[in-house]
């Protein structure tokens, strides 16, 4: 078994368990550290905590619960982060304020810090650099996931490893997700930020699943520096590959998801424009529920651009449907040239692309998400019972 994520990079030891609805997580690196958050204003407390936290530029380890987000829980909530990462530091041997905390599951409920103690102290005497390890840690904060997120990206003198958890609860500007990123590059803290925030920028913040945003959303990216210095250009450009591999895992692993959407938007005046549209196209319940059911009706998406609030020629755009493999035209500089029979075949697959040429410019972004199933209403239907 080979490393699929964070345990590959060097000076990162994990592990994590998990028991019914709750688990636990520890991970040790010592480094520069940056964060990004989620931007709803009902912000949890581990998010309060480590807003506060990150400003040190630095972090020696990382603690993370599954089943009670710890949010909407006022002055106790946000004590009992501070308690998580005492727990971490003591069973570490750390100062707590160099511990990154994060939660996820039910709002509104109180964290059972006995239980989350007692799972502490067990897993800090088992963090090991191993597949099993990077395995169990990222079982431990899944919730309604389906599968474990992995990623690693390996440059000629440096590597990039990380996990995440993230199902329900996606929209733009992050989503029900944790990730936390490792890289033995040596980079200072405030180009390790800027290329942290380009990145989700370009990946998180641009996967739909259901256009709700979380209260707990959290990435955090430590360099233990043991590779040496890297080119900053080129570390961005590895880091942004990573994130994007585990937004295209968390889109396609969507509540109730049986296919992966990806929306591209070229030719845009401004990356932005490009964005904002291939965002909206990606949260219309129309058009996800289209994919759902193989109907190749296209104009949903066109007409989804048309409402984004960015200014183009309508008459001016064209089309394609894509499997990921084959590539087929609907519109062409706004005539209609759809062949609706190979359109159909083409959202037969796991994979359903469509990429829409605004002819307005050079910029372009690509942004991921889900068809919209029965079965997404049954999960949240019955998410707390």
């Not at 530029?57 to 002055?75: D, R």
């Not at 490009?274 to 949903?300: C, F, H, M, Q």
């Amino acid at each position: 078994m080979q490393f699929k994520s964070i345990c590959a990079v060097r000076g990162v030891s994990a592990y994590g368990i998990k028991e019914g609805k709750f688990g636990l997580a520890l991970i040790r690196a010592s480094g520069t550290a940056a964060g990004v958050f989620t931007q709803n204003l009902a912000r949890a407390a581990p998010i309060e905590l480590m807003r506060k936290l990150i400003k040190s530029g630095k972090l020696e380890a990382v603690i993370a619960n599954s089943g009670c987000a710890n949010a909407y829980t006022g002055k106790r909530g946000y004590d009992d982060a501070v308690e998580m990462t005492e727990y971490a530091g003591s069973a570490l041997g750390l100062d707590a304020k160099s511990v990154g905390v994060a939660s996820t599951g039910v709002i509104g409920r109180y964290l059972d810090l006995p239980l989350i103690r007692r799972q502490c102290a067990d897993v800090s005497l088992k963090l090991e650099t191993s597949p099993a390890a990077e395995d169990a840690t990222v079982r431990a904060i899944m919730t309604t996931d389906t599968k474990p997120k992995h990623a690693l990206v390996r440059r000629e003198g440096f590597t990039i490893g990380a996990i995440a958890k993230g199902s329900g609860m996606i929209a733009p500007n992050m989503g029900t997700m944790l990730s936390f990123i490792y890289t033995d590059a040596e980079i200072g803290a405030a180009p390790l930020k800027d290329a942290l925030k380009l990145a989700a920028s370009r990946t998180y913040n641009r996967v739909v699943v259901d256009g709700d945003t979380s209260t707990n959303d959290i990435a955090l990216c430590t360099a233990t520096g043991e590779a040496g210095k890297v080119n900053t250009k080129e570390f961005g450009t590895a880091l942004e590959e990573c994130c994007r591999i585990l937004a295209r895992q968390i889109a396609a692993d969507g509540e109730g998801a049986t296919k992966l959407l990806e929306v591209t938007v070229k030719g845009a005046k401004k990356e932005a424009d490009a964005a904002k549209i291939a965002k909206v196209v990606i949260e219309s319940p129309l058009v996800k529920t289209a994919v759902y059911g193989e109907d190749p009706n296209w104009g949903r998406v066109v007409a989804a651009a048309g409402r984004a609030g960015v200014k183009f020629d309508i008459n001016a755009v064209s089309l394609w449907i894509s499997d990921g493999k084959n590539q087929y035209p609907l519109v062409k500089s706004g005539e209609i040239i759809a062949d609706l029979a190979r359109a159909k075949a083409a959202m037969h697959g796991s994979t359903v692309t469509f990429v829409l040429d605004l002819a307005a410019g050079k910029e372009e972004a690509t942004a991921w998400g889900c068809d919209l199933t029965e079965k997404y209403v049954d999960i949240n239907g019955r998410y707390t019972t």
